[in-house]
């Protein structure tokens, strides 16, 4: 069978339009349902110009593995839940990257004696790039699992001892270019950046994992982007770019949204420092805070006309994102205004939060981003604050010596009145006290968000 | 200069050396460069209610590795490599396959006001 090229390429060209429009579908709610239908046919569109190009011998394999594809796929896409997706973001990434990391592999073996020396150091620095994603997503899988604490893994010289693993990595990266035939060089470049990936992430802690996993994507498509390259295959080049570039541009939006660079995101190790702030924060427990039961909250919220709801990373944990929902419908009822404010890195990942309510049934118009809900605090009766810590501490504004300092925060503080539902007095990730909880207009709620919440509901049903 | 190159590797059975000249190799750093700054403008313009079911789409797009793992798989004889690259086109599957199904079940989640009847 004999087909014409000019067919497959005309296939990976329908394949190429079809991803661009899938990224361009994203741009709205409304056609956000054709966003992953194109990329799938796309994909597919891809894989059987492929398989018609490429005539496979060995079929029972290449059916095997599209089978298990589906066999674990499937069940992975269908059961998660919502609470526990940036888990399925950062494994699935492992899955991605160890892929290409095979796949870069294998070429090399494939190659090693015919191919130019361009090819090979591509293959040599994808298959790194490959190898430190695959760990530093089962890493960012681990934690956010919790499988292993958040709290970022430092010791000194830290940063040297990556650095320097990363070098060598990339000089035995070099040899192997040089000399292809000493393949018994690949495992221990391979095994380095594994090391690196593993040591990189260990060193991050759970609250910048948005910033991570939005890194670690945008390695996977830049690997599947240079194994485009050593194919000379146009569309592997297309689809890894826009997944590089995707990447990085969340990145970008998680980080400038903490005020802080990739770099110091990747080797700050931020919350590192959180045992000696939290026993700053003991001592502050001394200042006078003002708590307040669900009753006395539900009275509150009955005089006000618009309410601000700012759900965190709490909400998620406590898995209250229904309650807030009910308590957001009653208000509504009520006659209030509402709506809910999300800081853009709420969350384990980039959006996290809107899924959740979302899931809730929160319409998607309540859902209001940071930039333009805050400047509606001042005219607003009351904000509930519902997880969050860090992204609402208003020392970000005015203190300078602040570890948030600079970082743009929800202005929850100009609001009329301040309900903060949270466990305990414990300082957020960035480990500083929030000074949110002492101004005369904030009222503490204690205790577990849904429990609070739920007493909030029976509270404004009583009346 | 592409055609050849498809042509040619798709009767291919042993493991050949890349046709690669030097106006290939501009030419697909040109739509390396050009893809990337399309994702920018692209991605810059996703609305942030829908970062996370877009990561699901980069995620599932990025295993597009696949192809590159069945390139492999219809080149080789060696039985290692054969393992490799069916355990690369295994991954990828996995992934898009969960990828696309996930990108969907979360952007169906996403409902706008509900108009006379209740949304449910």
Not at chain 1, 176 to 181: G, I, Y
Not at chain 1, 247 to 261: C, E, W
Not at chain 1, 426 to 440: A, I, K
Request: hydrophobic share 55%; with cysteine.
């Amino acid at each position: 069978m004999t087909i014409d090229p000019a067919y497959i390429l005309a296939l990976y060209v329908v394949a190429v339009v079809l991803f661009i429009l899938s990224l361009r579908f994203m741009s709205d709610v409304k056609t956000s349902r054709w966003g992953g239908r194109s990329a799938a046919l796309g994909m597919a569109l891809g894989v059987v110009a492929t398989l018609l190009a490429y005539q496979i011998q060995r079929v029972d394999l290449l059916v095997g593995a599209i089978l298990i594809g589906f066999v674990v796929g499937t069940p992975i896409a269908l059961r998660v839940a919502t609470t526990a997706l940036p888990q399925r973001t950062a494994i699935s990434q492992a899955f991605g990257s160890l892929a290409v990391a095979l796949v870069g592999a294998a070429e090399f073996y494939d190659y090693n004696t015919t191919a130019n020396t361009f090819t090979l150091s591509v293959l040599s620095a994808e298959m790194i790039l490959g190898f430190l994603t695959f760990a530093g997503s089962c890493i960012a899988f681990a934690k956010l699992q919790e499988l292993i604490p958040g709290r970022p893994f430092v010791y000194p010289g830290k940063n040297f001892v990556s650095i320097a693993i990363l070098i060598v990595a990339a000089a035995v990266g070099v040899v192997l270019v040089a000399e292809p035939s000493q393949t018994i060089l690949l495992p221990i470049m391979a095994a380095l950046a594994l090391v690196f990936g593993f040591l990189l992430v260990m060193g991050i802690g759970g609250a910048d994992m948005p910033t991570v996993i939005a890194i670690l994507n945008a390695y996977t498509g830049m690997s599947a982007a240079a194994l485009g390259f050593v194919l000379n295959n146009k569309l592997l080049i297309v689809a890894g770019s826009l997944d590089g570039s995707s990447g990085f541009v969340l990145a970008l939006i998680m980080s400038q949204a903490m005020n802080r660079s990739f770099t110091n995101v990747l080797f700050g190790g931020v919350g590192a420092k959180v045992t000696k702030a939290a026993a700053g924060a003991v001592a502050a427990q001394a200042r006078p805070v003002q708590s307040l039961g669900a009753s006395d909250v539900a009275t509150i919220l009955e005089n006000a006309r618009s309410v601000v709801i700012v759900p965190g990373y709490g909400m998620a944990v406590a898995q209250a994102q229904h309650t807030i929902k009910e308590v957001g419908d009653l208000l509504q009822e009520k006659g209030i205004d509402v709506k809910y404010g999300i800081h853009p890195v709420a969350g384990r990942m980039p959006g996290h939060m809107n899924v959740l309510l979302a899931e809730a049934n929160v319409p998607y118009d309540q859902l209001w981003e940071m930039e333009k809900i805050n400047p509606m605090f001042p005219e607003t009766d009351v904000a509930i604050v519902v997880g969050a810590n860090d992204v609402t501490n208003p020392a970000a504004r005015t203190k300078s010596d602040s570890p948030l300092y600079g970082m743009p925060i929800m202005n929850v503080d100009k609001a009329k009145t301040v309900i903060f539902i949270k466990r305990s007095m414990s300082p957020g990730f960035s480990g500083s006290d929030n000074e949110l909880f002492y101004l005369p207009n904030t009222w503490m709620v204690f205790g577990d968000a849904k429990k609070v919440l739920s007493d909030l509901v029976a509270a404004l049903k009583a009346t | 200069m592409l055609l050849e190159l498809v042509a040619a590797n798709a009767t291919a059975t042993a493991p050949t050396a890349i046709t690669y000249t030097s106006q290939d190799l501009v030419t697909n750093l040109l739509i390396f460069i050009m893809s990337t700054f399309l994702g920018v403008e692209l991605i810059r313009h996703v609305t942030r209610l829908l970062h996370t079911p877009l990561m699901a789409l980069t995620n599932a797009i990025s295993s597009v590795s696949m192809i590159a793992a069945l390139i492999v798989m219809s080149e080789t004889t060696d039985q290692t490599l054969l393992i490799l690259a069916t355990a690369g086109v295994a991954l990828a599957s996995t992934n898009i396959i969960s990828g696309f199904i996930l990108v969907e079940r979360i952007v169906r989640l996403f409902k706008s006001k509900p108009k006379g009847k209740p949304a449910k």
